[in-house]
């Protein structure tokens, strides 16, 4: 099975603008959640979708949202990005089925903001 | 608010020594998660642990539950190179706006 795959890789912006970051989930797997890490707070949980519907929601600020296609596939968007949204973006799969508790992670979006 | 201490932050230590890092909470997880992230990459999953009191083995990485599910232990004997990395316990929880918590991070660096 291919993992869970994240587009892009790479990606520089400057404050004030928009962006989008995409996750694709293992086969099979409904439940995506997203994560910010950075060197000072952590891997900090943003929001986890699953069937398309927002299940789990982070403290973080409105500018963050996402969202899940009927694909499982699913969407980050920060607007007004701000300095401190340089990060690495993770995204994580998981079957979610009784007993499921693994997360899977795909390789992050480095994400930075000048 | 970290919810999750993970003790040491750092550690470097020589190939074929062994080592111990701690997961600690005040909060009861339902499960608990352990991970290893090289730089630039997402964690990997090593083990998910359960039971109160459990003990799973992978190889020279031995991990164990808290009785109280509050905690965790990852213990690797003869330490390598290859071990060098992130490593990142996360709990979860079945009620509440977090569904998972991530600790603190420990850094090992083995050296050959």
């Known amino acids: 099975k291919a993992g869970v795959t994240q587009t892009p890789r790479y990606l520089i912006k400057t404050r004030g603008q928009q962006v989008t970051l995409s996750c694709s989930p293992i086969s099979g797997h409904r439940s995506v959640s997203w994560y910010q890490q950075t060197p000072g707070q952590g891997l900090q949980f943003l929001f986890e979708?699953?069937?398309?519907?927002?299940?789990n929601k982070g403290n973080f600020p409105g500018r963050f949202s996402g969202r899940q296609f009927s694909n499982s596939r699913s969407e980050m968007n920060v607007s007004t990005l701000e300095l401190g949204d340089s990060a690495l973006y993770l995204c994580?799969?998981?079957?979610?089925?009784?007993?499921?508790?693994?997360?899977?992670f795909g390789p992050g979006t480095r994400l930075t903001v000048t | 608010t970290q919810l999750l201490e993970q003790s040491p932050q750092f550690l470097s230590i020589q190939e074929g020594e062994n080592l111990t890092v701690y997961c600690n909470s005040s909060?009861?997880?339902?499960?608990l998660q352990w991970y290893r992230q090289e730089p630039g990459e997402g964690p990997v999953l090593l083990v998910t642990v359960v039971t109160g009191g459990e003990v799973k083995k992978l190889k020279r990485l031995t991990f164990q539950f808290g009785d109280a599910r509050k905690d965790s232990s990852l213990h690797i004997t003869a330490a390598q190179p290859g071990d060098t990395g992130l490593y990142l316990c996360?709990?979860?929880?079945?009620?509440?706006?977090?569904?998972?918590?991530f600790g603190t991070g420990t850094r090992l660096k083995v050296l050959a």
């Open positions: 979708y699953f069937s398309e519907t927002q299940r």
């Open positions: 994580a799969s998981s079957p979610m089925g009784a007993g499921d508790y693994e997360q899977y």
């Open positions: 909060s009861v997880f339902s499960s």
């Open positions: 996360a709990g979860a929880r079945q009620s509440g706006t977090y569904k998972y918590i």
